[in-house]
């Protein structure tokens, strides 16, 4: 009979009180300074997506795609965490390119399955060096440990932003995380109605 483990309690971290008016400054804020980072992520992988044209929000899905992380319009709406409409949009001319297609599920014909057309697995393959490419480039003069701590700490600031969410819905129901990865990947996930 084998020992079952014990279960750790999750307890709600302690709240911070770091920022008071006074202390609160552009350099300083949180949100700004992650914005930035994040703009600059984009900007970098954009101008090097150019040739390949591209844009954000057109190698964004054909990534998530390619890493099979989701199939359905509304599921990678949830998994990038964007309007279900602009998804339609970027969707559309990932088809008129001709790098992806969209399937009648063979197990539920109201779901529309999306897969990558030949062309969109050969574009999709040179998303992952541009975006090694530039994550590298701004993570310059960190060391590993200190790479490894940001992705800790940052992974911790993602876990209390879905708290977060889950305080915030009008309903009353539970709010879905921004990363989604196991509803995406979960063939009997609730799937939201195609747009």
């Known amino acids: 009979m084998s020992e079952s483990k014990p279960v750790t309690p999750v307890h ?4 911070a009180d770091f920022y008071t008016p006074e202390v609160l400054a552009q350099g300083n804020s ?3 300074l992650v914005k930035r ?3 600059s992520f ?11 044209d591209l844009t954000h929000a057109q190698w964004l899905p054909l990534y998530a795609l390619a890493k099979g992380r989701c199939q359905t319009t509304a599921a990678l709406a949830r998994e990038l965490a964007l309007d279900p409409g602009a998804m339609t949009r970027a969707l559309d001319r990932l088809e008129a390119k001709g790098l992806i297609v969209r399937e009648r599920s063979a197990q539920d014909r109201r779901v529309v399955d999306l897969q990558l057309t030949d062309s969109g697995r050969v574009l999709a393959a040179q ?3 541009v975006l090694c490419e530039v994550l590298n480039a701004h993570l310059s003069g960190f060391s590993e440990a200190e790479w490894q701590q940001l992705i800790g700490l940052l992974m911790r600031l993602v876990a209390n932003a ?3 969410r889950e305080d915030v819905r009008e309903d009353g129901g539970p709010v879905p995380p921004v990363v989604a990865d196991v509803a995406c990947m979960s063939p009997t996930a609730d799937r939201l109605p195609e747009t």
Do not use: H, I, S, W
């Not at 984009?42 to 390949?52: E, I, K, V, Y």
């Open 42 to 52: 984009l900007l970098q992988t954009d101008r090097r997506l150019l040739p390949l």
């Open 37 to 39: 980072v994040m703009n």
């Open 162 to 164: 879905d708290r977060l």
């Open 12 to 15: 709600e971290p302690a709240p």
């Open 127 to 129: 998303v992952p060096p």
């Open 30 to 32: 949180l949100g700004y």
